[in-house]
């Protein structure tokens, strides 16, 4: 494993126990809404401190672009991406369905990545070139190619509701030529489970980059493809992803396209 793959796991870790912890003990947590349908409780805080503590110590001249902390000195060759706890609606109403996901973009591309769901004590990794990993396992998107045997993941809009009667064409559209569509409400994990070829493939609108950046290298190298809704290179900025494996990915696209 790469050292800095295997500092961010050692991070990824520390952050799963606090999250674990913290489990176990809902109703006392700090909660605070940064918008509507939108939380972030104290765990995700100290989440976060932990994982980018960890880095920093390893690693002292590297900047960091989080979630709760926002960005650090965004001119670093090395940036860390870092999602501390993606799907904190799951966590806060004990739904364990939630991740850890961290990042790291060395000149703009992205190098190594962690995803790790505490609840199954899964572990997802990946460095670019090298593959994608669960638990030491090489894993690969699914090898299906047929749509309408597909099980495709996504996640409805939840904060911006400008563009919600579009999504719902969208969803209307996947629904009617496929097996089925999940939403399990933390986008990280649904890039995974692409990777790991649990579902076919995966579409959602208004992301960010933490939600997208580790999931999308885990797709890469498990044979995957990842874009925006055209299908090009503009997914971290747009926030809209589409990632499938290489048999479906423009049925899929062309799906959520449909007018």
């Not at 190098?111 to 994608?132: M, S």
């Not at 097996?179 to 579409?203: E, N």
């Not at 290179?233 to 799906?255: D, H, I, M």
Request: hydrophobic share 45%; aromatic share 10%.
């Amino acid at each position: 494993m790469h050292p800095m793959l295997t500092t961010a796991v050692k991070a990824a870790r520390k952050a799963g126990s606090i999250i674990t912890r913290a489990s176990f003990d809902l109703d006392r947590l700090t909660v605070h809404r940064k918008q509507r349908a939108d939380f972030v409780s104290e765990v995700d805080v100290a989440a976060e401190q932990a994982i980018i503590r960890t880095l920093r110590d390893a690693y002292p001249g590297h900047a960091f672009h989080a979630e709760e902390s926002g960005k650090s000195a965004a001119e670093a060759e090395h940036v860390w991406i870092i999602d501390p706890l993606d799907g904190t609606t799951n966590f806060l109403h004990g739904f364990p369905q939630y991740c850890v996901s961290i990042a790291l973009k060395h000149k703009g591309v992205l190098q190594q990545a962690v995803v790790y769901d505490p609840n199954r004590n899964e572990l997802f990794t990946a460095t670019r070139g090298a593959g994608a990993f669960l638990n030491d396992r090489r894993i690969r998107v699914s090898n299906n190619d047929r749509f309408e045997d597909a099980l495709i993941g996504t996640g409805f809009p939840f904060r911006e509701f400008a563009n919600f009667d579009e999504y719902l064409r969208m969803f209307a559209s996947v629904a009617k030529q496929t097996a089925g569509i999940r939403r399990p409400g933390a986008a990280a994990l649904d890039l995974a489970w692409v990777a790991a070829g649990r579902i076919d493939g995966f579409w959602e609108m208004g992301l960010s980059p933490w939600d997208m950046a580790a999931g999308a290298l885990l797709v890469r190298e498990a044979g995957g493809l990842i874009g925006d809704f055209a299908g090009e290179e503009g997914w971290l900025e747009s926030g809209r992803v589409v990632a499938a494996n290489a048999k479906l990915f423009s049925t899929l696209l062309a799906a959520i396209n449909a007018r």
